[in-house]
């Protein structure tokens, strides 16, 4: 088995890292990924903050879309890579409708093709989730610690104060 590459967004020695397991299909991910994005950029930037994005390709049926969004995506690529998630958030309810739809995006819209690494990383971090007990999405950790909040009810703007609030322990 190689080694598994996730798509990392920032320095690889910055000292604080936010592991966020997440799914393109899943709408509380959308919300999470979203607050996420925009309290992180200038961590991110800064050298304060490494994101290490693993998409947990869940066998739920309204997921299952999200596992064939991200068969597509090339983790060496990891800036282009993230304008694409930002595309498929902001288009969910189009292409989760159908397999067909969600394929011929990828493929059509955005010019990919399955990457092969995609198994082997779906593989470990399937095995990954079931070590560190993580069974439903979005899962986050800041340096190894559960980051809590409330997927299912928090909003998008109570998702960045918690964030934030957070990161500045971790400084």
Known sequence: M???????????RAPITVESFINFAC????????????????????????HVIKHFDKTKQGLLKGTVANIYLDYEQPQETLNFIHQL??????????????????EEDFKLTPQQAADERSLAI???TFERGIGGIPTVFINGVK????PL?????EIA???TEQLAINE
Do not use: R
């Not at 958030?89 to 990828?106: G, H, L, N, P, V």
């Open 27 to 50: 709408p509380y991910c959308k919300n999470y990924f979203k607050a996420a994005d925009k309290t992180l950029q200038d961590l991110i930037a800064n050298g304060k903050v490494k």
């Open 89 to 106: 958030y902001d288009t969910q309810q189009t292409w989760k409708q159908s397999f067909a739809i969600i394929e011929k995006k990828m």
């Open 126 to 128: 399937t095995k990954e």
């Open 2 to 12: 190689s080694e598994i590459k996730h798509l990392i967004i920032g320095e690889q």
């Open 161 to 163: 104060t918690k964030l």
């Open 153 to 157: 009810e928090d909003s998008e703007a």
């Open 147 to 150: 980051f809590e909040f409330n």
